[in-house]
């Protein structure tokens, strides 16, 4: 039976319950429970007796008796399995194991844990027309990409199995500094950067290094969703600091909470909106950090795609150090996850030398280490000149495809709605009039395979804006008009306003 996975049962030779009824009402107790599924093989009677390490005879009276009842079936020159006959009502009326928690046990979490939304994001989890994040698959260089990790996966060594540096593969590293240097002016080391598993991961990581309970911290009001979900976890001060068209507003943020310990920030495209920080907002913000001893955490998500300019360099590369405090205050997020895809998990951090040691130590705790093979893979890809070629060829084809979604929705709107963020990224913003509910409609659109991301789930405040935020990654440019109408057709019919399109219908 090599194969089959061994189900967790006990038996207690002293218990005053025959071996045979122990077995069986292990067995019952796990498919009643649903942990054993219909139509799962189960082990045969000598395997489990092997593995119990007890005599056939008890196993054989325990199938006996449960395969009497009807719980198993045999198959010939198969094996034994639990029974697919079990009524789904009966199963689906048992409480599931979860379940069974008591109302007060339910309680027993942290504060920080109950105040994470549950239901879900049904826009974000989709992949189809608008979904934010999606990326051009069907011009992905497969070839080259699975050629590279099929080499390092066949030359895999003891060393590369064991925990590694917890800041990431040194060859790696390397490849990365170099490229950030050149493509995004930032100042760094190898020394300084920490491979992570994607941008989120680097969000929680220096909300852990960084903050304490209750400690003030800036965000972009508008911003990013799962920031706000990583701060949630850390107990601190969310500070709501408005968003304009030069990025995030320093002075309203001074005037609101001059003593924040941080400000998460993304300068080069700011989420959703759009806007790019100008410079004078760039070296007040810098100005502020240093004179009040406060960090900035840039995230550059996806800075590589601008259409109508030159990338924006970092914010991190200004940063040269002011006055009394000539020690960098900027922690620099960057991913793959936009360039390459959001299933690789890599991205990394540049940390200000006088963190670098404790950001290690919270990433021991946190994880221990990445991990090995994709590291090599990426690095390889990168070094060859693959990345910056895939880069280049994108750039044109989100180009093509933004231009077509941004004319769709003209088409289909016409005035009634206004685009914003179209000028760099992998996703625009169109927004609706106030009355209009973008959550509502983003979930009952979710149900016919279209991914809108309310624009109002962006907002901390009350005065959220209506809107959609809309990917334009995974979506073809001949296929972009029939999705876009596909939208007006949802927001017609599930707001009930008939007046937001240029035609009227």
Known sequence: MTGVAVPMIAVHRNSEKPLHRQIYDSFRAMILER???????????????????VSRIPVLGAYAQLLAEGYIESR???????????????????????????????EAISHAAKLLPVEGTQWFRGS?????????????????????????????????????????????????????????????EPSQIMVVNGSQHALDLSARVLLDPDTPVW????????????????????????????????????????????????PSHQYPLGSTMSV??????????????????????????????MPVASMQGLDSGQGLDPASRVIYIGTFSKTLFPALRLGYIVIPPALVERFQAVRQANDLCPSHLYQAALADFISAGHFTR???????????????????????????TEILGAEAGMHLVVTLPPEMPDKKISACAAREGLWLWPLSAAYVGSNARQGFILGFGG???????????????????????????????
């Open 390 to 416: 895939h880069v280049r060829k994108t750039r044109l084809l989100y180009a093509e495809r933004r231009n077509a979604l941004t004319q769709a929705l003209r088409n289909e709107f016409g005035d009634a």
């Open 76 to 106: 010939s020159g198969a094996g034994t399995f639990v029974t697919n006959s079990l009524s789904e009502q009966f199963l689906s009326e048992r409480p599931a194991v979860g379940n069974l928690v008591s109302e007060r046990g339910s």
């Open 128 to 188: 189809g027309a608008f979904s934010v994040g999606q990326i051009a698959y069907d011009h992905f260089p497969f070839r080259v990409w699975s050629d590279l990790v099929t080499h390092h996966a066949r030359k895999v060594r003891a060393l590369s199995m064991n925990y590694a540096d917890p800041m990431g593969l040194e060859e790696f590293r390397e490849v990365i500094a170099a490229y950030l240097r050149s493509a995004r002016a930032v100042n760094c």
């Open 280 to 309: 004078a907002r760039r070296l007040q913000l810098l100005e502020w950090a240093h004179h009040s001893g406060a960090w900035i955490v840039e995230d550059d998500y996806d800075s590589e795609y601008r259409y109508e300019s």
């Open 35 to 53: 942990r054993l599924q219909p139509g799962q093989q189960i082990p045969s009677s000598r395997a489990l007796a092997d593995e119990l390490r």
């Open 475 to 505: 979506t073809k440019v001949d296929e972009m008009q029939h999705q876009v109408r596909r939208l007006g057709k949802a927001v017609r019919c599930e707001s009930g306003y008939a007046g937001l399109t240029q035609s009227g219908h």
């Open 219 to 266: 965000i972009e009001e508008p911003g990013y969703e799962f920031l706000r979900h990583a701060l949630t976890l850390s107990r601190c001060r969310l500070v709501p600091v408005p968003v304009d068209s030069e990025g995030l507003d320093v002075a309203a943020g001074i005037r609101l909470c001059r003593d924040a310990r941080a400000a998460f920030v993304t």
